[in-house]
T-cell receptor, first 114, second 110 residues
Framework: DTAVSQTPKYLVTQMGNDKSIKCEQN?????MYWYKQDSKKFLKIMFS???????INETVPNRFSPKSPDKAHLNLHINSLELGDSAVYFC?????????????FGPGTRLLVL | GEDVEQSLFLSVREGDSSVINCTYT??????LYWYKQEPGAGLQLLTY?????DMKQDQRLTVLLNKKDKHLSLRIADTQTGDSAIYFC??????????FGTGTSLTVIP
């Protein structure tokens, strides 16, 4: 069973479109994250949710909107996609309360905006 | 945010030891981590060390922590071609926020 899964794995779309990436974790963790990895492999945190509440919101354009319907899911919706949004997006989860906080990552979603 | 720095590239010959270094600025770090990212894949947790430890060994991997100098290293003994990947150092002090290094791309030459 995959611990942290993301869909889709690849996403190719035109500039200006709206798209969503889904993330699910079956580890029972209380915290989930979205990261962006650019072409130089630098990893930057975007958002963090703890028990469905937003706790970290780094400086990202408001075209990016995370949604957490429940503790096991954290989806990322992107409006009006731009060329610079092309990157690999990673979802992660961890158990912060009563746990080590170790983050477990999904396989990534490779987004290419044309 | 906190700074976590790594050198970007390292090349070693197969069978040699690799040492990947990391420095960080947060003196209140609780956990320090090493992740491995193979081409086209996600980040895989390799090992982590609690900040009150100096060393942790796990098979071919040895993690050394110098808390005074805020220096973390990962030693891979008998490096194999399958070890070629990007290695990320990360630190956390609250569990909520992780700070990742820039990643070190390890190339193992046969």
């Amino acid at each position: 069973d995959t611990a942290v899964s993301q869909t889709p794995k690849y996403l190719v779309t035109q500039m200006g479109n709206d798209k969503s990436i889904k993330c699910e974790q079956n580890l029972g963790h209380d915290t989930m994250y979205w990261y962006k990895q650019d072409s130089k492999k630098f990893l930057k945190i975007m958002f963090s949710y703890n028990n469905k509440e937003l706790i970290i919101n780094e400086t990202v354009p408001n075209r990016f909107s995370p949604k957490s319907p429940d503790k096991a899911h954290l989806n990322l919706h992107i409006n009006s996609l731009e060329l610079g949004d092309s990157a690999v997006y990673f979802c992660a989860s961890s158990q912060v309360r009563g746990g080590s906080g170790t983050q477990y990552f999904g396989p990534g979603t490779r987004l290419l905006v044309l | 945010g906190e700074d976590v720095e790594q050198s970007l590239f390292l090349s070693v010959r197969e069978g040699d030891s690799s040492v990947i270094n990391c420095t960080y600025t947060d003196s209140s770090s609780t956990y320090l981590y090493w992740y491995k990212q193979e081409p086209g894949a996600g980040l895989q947790l390799l090992t982590y060390i609690f900040s009150n430890m100096d060393m942790k060994q796990d098979q071919r991997l040895t993690v050394l922590l110098n808390k005074k100098d805020k220096h973390l290293s990962l030693r891979i003994a008998d490096t194999q071609t399958g070890d070629s990947a990007i290695y990320f150092c990360a630190e956390s002090n609250t569990g909520n926020q992780f700070y990742f290094g820039t990643g070190t791309s390890l190339t193992v030459i046969p």
